[in-house]
T-cell receptor
Framework: AQTVTQSQPEMSVQEAETVTLSCTYDTSESDYYLFWYKQPPSRQMILVIRQEAYKQQNATENRFSVNFQKAAKSFSLKISDSQLGDAAMYFCAYRTVIQGAQKLVFGQGTRLTINP | DGGITQSPKYLFRKEGQNVTLSCEQNLNHDAMYWYRQDPGQGLRLIYYSQIVNDFQKGDIAEGYSVSREKKESFPLTVTSAQKNPTAFYLC??????????????FGPGTRLTVL
């Protein structure tokens, strides 16, 4: 079974600085997808970015980018120019397919604090 | 506006009582999911449904039941058999994907507290 591990329960960063959140996963599949979700205090889950395992190029969405290391099974999220609105729980997730149904396996989450 | 609604936002239950959490979507999605979120843990899948009148157990289905009589609705019942039901519950939906990846859209959640 796939597992996802986020080893940083909490992180903090100064506003306008850059922060990197770590995620590792375990799988025997060769083709899969990885996601980062953001959960602000409202607790609404918001998709931040996704990465296809077959793509070597790291995904980028504005200030958010990933460092995908397939051999190391590592999938970190970099947030540049941190803003107060970035404060949230961040979850790394692995997508697998079971009997045609999409299933997400989530990490434990990292709480990100932005210091003004 | 299209989206997912969950009600109620907060729910209190006495031990030994069953309680049903509502999830409705108007996104015309075929697939729907229920997750449980506990402090210090990520979301864990309880049940999922790919089509009306069909659903499958997720990783932590014990003590829970669901129904899928309508495409837009996927209620979750937390039964008295669930030993530790206090948690935050999230409902999600997506189009049917097969092997293709699709985004899961999440509702605002229900906080269940057992007194």
């Amino acid at each position: 079974a796939q597992t996802v591990t986020q080893s940083q329960p909490e992180m903090s960063v100064q506003e306008a600085e850059t922060v990197t959140l770590s995620c590792t996963y375990d799988t025997s599949e060769s083709d899969y997808y990885l996601f980062w979700y953001k959960q602000p205090p409202s607790r609404q889950m918001i998709l931040v970015i996704r990465q296809e395992a077959y793509k070597q190029q790291n995904a980028t969405e504005n200030r958010f980018s990933v460092n995908f290391q397939k051999a190391a099974k590592s999938f970190s999220l970099k947030i540049s120019d941190s803003q107060l609105g970035d404060a949230a729980m961040y979850f790394c997730a692995y997508r697998t397919v079971i009997q045609g149904a999409q299933k997400l396996v989530f990490g434990q989450g990292t709480r990100l604090t932005i210091n003004p | 506006d299209g989206g997912i609604t969950q009600s109620p936002k907060y729910l209190f239950r006495k031990e030994g009582q069953n309680v049903t959490l509502s999830c409705e979507q108007n996104l015309n999605h075929d697939a729907m999911y229920w997750y449980r979120q506990d402090p210090g843990q990520g979301l864990r899948l309880i049940y999922y449904s790919q089509i009306v009148n069909d659903f499958q157990k997720g990783d932590i289905a014990e003590g829970y039941s669901v129904s899928r009589e309508k495409k837009e609705s996927f209620p979750l019942t937390v039964t008295s058999a669930q030993k530790n039901p206090t948690a935050f519950y999230l409902c999600a939906s997506s189009i049917s994907s097969g092997r293709f990846v699709v985004e899961q859209f999440f509702g605002p959640g229900t906080r269940l507290t057992v007194l």
